[in-house]
């Protein structure tokens, strides 16, 4: 696989070692041997269940795969579960699930049309495995009202909403059954959530369907101008799923890299739009973090089962692989199990149909022709197979480009020094340490929506991710506080044109040593130089001493006397600010 850039510098794809080289390499006559995939009975890597609570859907979005236009696939209906089932269901999971923290994940349908059902199995679930589980709900978000969210934010449980831009283009496809949008509804939900707590905002996930890829660019620009979204950043950006029924075309190489060049031209000069900045993490992502190893003679091919991580539970109480298979492929029920012979059929159809396909195909290491693609015929395969090395290549070349214009660089968290300390990016091998703070009972006690969200290893990433958001919007820096090379605290300013807010902890070996105080007074110093912002605010509980010493002798003052806490004040002389 070789690619040409716009500065005229070739480039080559080595499959078997997954390295791009410079100039052009001919690998084309290097066969792929796949082994043959095992039996099995066991899936030791299940921690994920997604529980579809209903088949019911307030909405008729017209790209839906339940919309009746998806062979294979049922269409909205009455179907439900009950209470009863969500026990059944919850006995299944303790018999399967082979690690812990436990991930349960409400589908629908819309899952909030049986919101007293998903309040129920929360609670239930809560009570059975206490800290050992975590919730999600995957949501239109017409439902949420203040009352839901409160108590959804209170109980530590994840949302995760669909929105595909501002209104013209929200509403161009996600719509009731009478023709009318949800945006408005949308909206209003995710500007109670910022407006209310900064603290549940890395429990937020937006996911963005996009219809077509010439959309991009108008709702990148609203998406930044927009007063709400603006605080936030799409999760992932998907496209349609392929519908043979009304046609699935075979894209063009000129046509697609001159559209995308187009895309990567605008995101260059606008690299602050954040769901350009979205759309294109996602594109070089695998190129990015490739691992580069030669591979040996056979390789398996790589499909879920069975170290998927989860396992879907439809409304019918039957299992399957995820929830992106269609009806006619499950692997078992509640009451009975896998029927895992019936699973290792599938996954030997799957070896069957690529294994000759594939031999010389560049796009193997990061296909994503999943299992779900045992349900296409010969000729559907052809036309998904040309794509997907199509897109393959047209992401190298990206990769390539971007790499050539030094987009593939991120702004950093600014190095402090004083006296004791360094103040530095916090990198995902920090976690492990994060995790010790966050797991201290001071730090849980005064900064409870934070540790809840750092529970699990997955939760810590994405508090990392969103202050990433926040540094590149320049409304927020996230610093690691290390003695030598030893993490021992964070200190953090979020939202900095709107309520510019400071928070901070400190592992309990290193308190009380002036660490924090140094850190603090540091990181404050630094905003206002940088002239982020003039003022700094931040809610002290009112056992919290330490904390309150902190903020004094770093020239915070009360503002406001609580019943349980102190809003502590901090105002900078420079009132010029920098607005890029």
């Known amino acids: 696989m070789n690619i040409t850039t716009l500065h005229n510098n070739s480039y080559s794809y080595l499959r078997?070692?997954?390295?791009?080289?410079?100039?052009?390499?001919?690998?084309?006559?290097?066969?792929?041997?796949?082994?043959?995939?095992?039996?099995?009975?066991?899936?030791?890597?299940v921690y994920m269940?997604?529980?579809?609570?209903?088949?019911?859907?307030?909405?008729?979005?017209?790209?839906?795969?339940?919309?009746?236009?998806?062979?294979g696939n049922h269409s909205h209906n009455s179907r439900t579960l009950c209470e009863g089932d969500i026990q059944a269901i919850y006995d299944f999971i303790a018999k399967t699930a082979k690690t812990k923290p436990i991930r349960i994940s409400f589908y629908g349908g819309e899952p909030l049309v049986n919101y007293p059902l998903v309040q129920y199995a929360i609670q239930a679930g809560q009570q059975r495995w206490e800290d050992d589980v975590t919730f999600s709900v995957s949501t239109n978000g017409t439902l949420l009202t203040e009352e839901r969210i409160d108590w959804l934010v209170n109980n530590g449980v994840e949302l995760a909403i669909s929105i595909d831009g501002t209104q013209p283009f929200h509403d161009a496809h996600r719509v009731d059954a009478k023709g009318n949008g949800s945006y408005t509804k949308v909206r209003n939900v995710l500007a109670y959530l910022h407006s209310n707590t900064f603290h549940q905002y890395p429990k937020v996930v937006l996911m963005m369907t996009l219809p077509s890829v010439s959309?991009?660019?108008?709702?990148?620009?609203?998406?930044?101008?927009?007063?709400?979204?603006?605080?936030y950043a799409p999760t992932h950006i998907s496209g349609l799923t392929p519908n043979f029924s009304q046609g699935v075309e075979k894209e063009e190489w000129e046509a697609l890299k001159t559209q995308y060049i187009?895309?990567?031209?605008?995101?260059?000069?606008?690299?602050?739009?954040?769901?350009?900045?979205?759309?294109?993490?996602?594109?070089?992502?695998?190129?990015?973090?490739?691992?580069?190893?030669?591979?040996?003679?056979?390789?398996?091919?790589?499909?879920?089962?069975?170290?998927?991580?989860?396992?879907?539970?439809?409304?019918?109480?039957?299992?399957?692989?995820?929830?992106?298979?269609?009806?006619?492929?499950?692997?078992?029920?509640?009451?009975?199990?896998?029927?895992?012979?019936?699973?290792?059929?599938?996954?030997?159809?799957?070896?069957?149909?690529?294994?000759?396909?594939?031999?010389?195909?560049?796009?193997?290491?990061?296909?994503?022709?999943?299992?779900?693609?045992?349900?296409?015929?010969?000729?559907?395969?052809?036309?998904?197979?040309?794509?997907?090395?199509?897109?393959?290549?047209?992401?190298?070349?990206?990769?390539?480009?971007?790499?050539?214009?030094?987009?593939?660089?991120?702004?950093?968290?600014?190095?402090?020094?004083?006296?004791?300390?360094?103040?530095?990016?916090?990198?995902?091998?920090?976690?492990?340490?994060?995790?010790?703070?966050?797991?201290?009972?001071?730090?849980?006690?005064?900064?409870?929506?934070?540790?809840?969200?750092?529970?699990?290893?997955?939760?810590?990433?994405?508090?990392?991710?969103?202050?990433?958001?926040?540094?590149?919007k320049n409304e927020g820096i996230l610093w690691g506080i290390r003695k030598h090379d030893t993490l021992i605290g964070f200190v953090a300013t979020m939202d900095l044109s709107t309520n510019p807010t400071i928070f901070f902890a400190m592992h309990p070996k290193y308190r009380n040593q002036g660490y924090m105080q140094e850190?603090?007074?540091?990181?404050?110093?630094?905003?206002?130089?940088?002239?982020?912002?003039?003022?700094?605010?931040?809610?002290?509980?009112?056992?919290?001493?330490?904390?309150?010493?902190?903020?004094?002798?770093?020239?915070?003052?009360?503002?406001?006397?609580?019943?349980?806490s102190l809003l502590y004040f901090y105002q900078n002389n420079n009132t010029e600010l920098h607005t890029s």
């Not at 769901?275 to 594109?283: G, H, M, P, R, S």
Request: hydrophobic letters at 35%; one cysteine or more; proline letters at 3%.
């Open 16 to 45: 078997q070692t997954n390295e791009i080289v410079q100039g052009v390499v001919d690998d084309s006559r290097y066969v792929w041997t796949f082994t043959s995939p095992s039996d099995f009975s066991s899936m030791s890597e």
């Open 49 to 71: 269940f997604i529980i579809a609570i209903t088949e019911q859907c307030n909405l008729r979005c017209n790209y839906c795969c339940y919309s009746g236009e998806y062979e």
């Open 215 to 231: 959309m991009l660019i108008p709702i990148a620009q609203a998406w930044h101008k927009d007063e709400v979204l603006q605080h």
């Open 262 to 472: 187009q895309l990567l031209d605008t995101y260059e000069q606008h690299p602050e739009w954040s769901v350009l900045q979205t759309f294109f993490d996602e594109i070089v992502s695998y190129w990015k973090n490739r691992p580069v190893f030669e591979v040996s003679e056979s390789t398996p091919l790589s499909t879920c089962m069975p170290v998927n991580t989860k396992l879907y539970i439809d409304a019918n109480l039957q299992l399957a692989v995820c929830e992106k298979f269609n009806d006619r492929f499950r692997i078992g029920s509640i009451n009975d199990g896998i029927y895992w012979q019936k699973a290792n059929e599938m996954t030997k159809e799957y070896y069957r149909k690529r294994k000759n396909r594939c031999t010389y195909c560049p796009a193997v290491r990061m296909c994503n022709m999943c299992l779900t693609s045992i349900a296409y015929t010969d000729d559907q395969w052809d036309t998904l197979c040309h794509n997907e090395r199509l897109y393959h290549k047209l992401h190298m070349f990206l990769f390539c480009e971007m790499a050539e214009r030094s987009m593939l660089t991120k702004p950093s968290v600014p190095t402090l020094h004083s006296e004791h300390c360094i103040l530095n990016e916090i990198e995902e091998n920090d976690i492990s340490a994060l995790r010790t703070i966050f797991s201290d009972a001071d730090t849980q006690r005064y900064l409870p929506y934070l540790c809840d969200i750092a529970q699990t290893n997955e939760g810590i990433k994405q508090i990392l991710k969103s202050f990433r958001t926040y540094l590149s």
């Open 519 to 564: 850190s603090v007074r540091l990181a404050t110093q630094y905003i206002c130089d940088a002239k982020l912002t003039n003022e700094l605010h931040t809610e002290v509980n009112v056992n919290n001493i330490a904390s309150q010493k902190v903020l004094e002798r770093c020239g915070c003052k009360v503002k406001e006397e609580q019943t349980l």
